[in-house]
């Protein structure tokens, strides 16, 4: 079993940057897909980001891509999800999610076993 927990959200203004962290614990997240996903009131759940743990490639899905970054401190079992430039279409719950595989499948939230219970991300005009 693995147990994630969120956190670093909040309200900023358009143009502001949060920091989210995503913590692993129970099994160690080695041989995972880690992913972010966010869902906006009235929206279905989307694919924002994703990694394999160890490796320095990361996905970012075209609607985030030049302003959030992906990252991971595998020493601490913590990934991370930098958003800059953010605006007001960015707010939504942010969840973090995990998958044992050898590979990060499609960002699809039915691909992924482990979530965390999200956190509130709100960005004002």
């Known amino acids: 079993q693995v147990q994630l927990v969120e956190s670093g959200g909040g309200s900023v203004q358009a143009g502001g940057s949060l920091r989210l962290s995503c913590a692993a614990s129970?099994?160690?997240?080695?041989?995972?897909?880690m992913g972010w996903f966010r869902q906006a009131p009235g929206k279905e759940r989307e694919g924002v980001a994703a990694?394999?743990?160890?490796?320095?490639?990361?996905y970012i899905a075209d609607s985030v891509k030049g302003r959030f970054t992906m990252s991971q401190d595998n020493a601490k079992n913590t990934m991370y999800l930098q958003m800059n430039s953010l605006n007001p279409d960015d707010t939504a719950i942010y969840y973090c999610?995990?998958?044992?595989?050898?590979?990060?499948?499609?960002?699809?939230?039915?691909?992924?076993?482990?979530w965390g219970q999200g956190t509130q991300v709100t960005v004002s005009s």
């Open positions: 990694a394999y743990t160890g490796s320095r490639g990361t």
């Open positions: 129970g099994n160690t997240v080695r041989r995972f897909c």
């Open positions: 999610a995990a998958l044992q595989t050898s590979f990060c499948p499609p960002l699809t939230p039915p691909a992924f076993s482990y």
